[in-house]
């Protein structure tokens, strides 16, 4: 049968992405999706986050070797026999030349753009919200955790951003970025609920003047996902230089939300093409 085969690596966010590329190009082309475990697995570190969503029906690839000196055979015996061509995206910014992309492929890469999804916004949205046995516990978490009103979501992400290494890649945002962020915000939504979101709150509350009342929701959760589904539960954001931030505020189908993100998403030493990244109105500071 032709499909169309997502290689899954990477976080949260970026198995969101990969899933959303893949989702998408199965949708236009008419074919069924696959999902492909065996490099998170490869990786050791890395497990399969999407299970608490409520996705497609895609089959799940865990068994047989994906990029092995024998899977890179199979792999250019079925292109040469017109079997599953494999699309790696050309870099980072969005890659026209998946429009042309048919069934039976497979997609390796990350694909950190709307563009590659947009055109199925309303399909993905739903794939991503909670199953029903998650729905239930997250509603009540809401109703106890977020206050009423307008209230913005601020990520921090400190953890592994402050390994060397990383941070050399990705950069840090400090204080100043959100003091930028909360500024421009408030300029265009008025006064709003602080709802904290971070796998650091000692160095926020050391760092960040922030309300009195601000909600530290990650103390009260118990996995990322919970984390990602409050967050888009409020009405504005401000994101870190996350992927999981970026999932958290583009789930928010609310028309009049306001998003602010960092100017510099990745180090400038990256090289990276951020122009397709950032969805279409989200500011940047």
């Not at 739903?126 to 998650?134: H, I, M, N, Q």
């Not at 955790?145 to 592994?160: A, F, N, T, V, Y």
């Not at 100043?176 to 962020?181: G, L, Q, S």
Request: one cysteine or more.
């Amino acid at each position: 049968m032709k499909k169309i085969v997502v290689a899954l690596e990477g976080g949260l966010g970026n198995q969101m992405f990969q899933y959303a590329a893949g989702r998408a190009l199965s949708l236009r082309v008419g074919a069924p999706l696959t999902l492909d475990l065996r490099p998170l697995l490869r990786q050791g570190h890395r497990a399969y986050s999407l299970g608490a969503f409520r996705l497609s029906e895609a089959a799940l690839i865990t068994e047989g070797t994906p990029l092995g000196r024998a899977g890179k055979f199979r792999r250019w015996l079925r292109k040469l026999t017109g079997g599953e061509r494999t699309f790696k995206e050309a870099g980072f910014s969005y890659d026209e030349t998946i429009r042309h992309v048919n069934a039976p492929t497979r997609l390796e890469g990350y694909y950190q753009s709307e563009r590659y999804f947009a055109e199925a916004a309303e399909v993905i949205r739903a794939d991503f919200t909670p199953t029903a046995e998650e729905s239930g516990r997250l509603d009540a978490l809401a109703a106890r955790l977020l206050p009423p009103g307008p209230k913005l979501s601020l990520h921090i992400r400190r953890g592994d951003y402050t390994n060397p290494a990383t941070m050399a890649f990705h950069g840090l945002m400090g204080p100043d970025y959100y003091t930028r962020a909360r500024r421009l915000l408030a300029e265009r939504t008025g006064p709003s609920a602080v709802c904290v979101f971070t796998d650091d709150p000692e160095w926020v509350r050391a760092n960040l003047e922030l309300p009195a009342d601000s909600v530290f929701v990650s103390e009260h959760t118990r996995s990322a996902v919970e984390d990602l589904i409050l967050m888009s539960r409020c009405c504005h954001h401000i994101t870190a230089n996350s992927s999981f931030s970026w999932w958290g505020a583009w789930l928010n189908p609310k028309p009049g939300k306001v998003v602010v993100t960092p100017a510099c998403w990745f180090q400038p030493a990256a090289g990276l093409d951020t122009r397709d990244l950032r969805p279409e109105g989200w500011l940047q500071a």
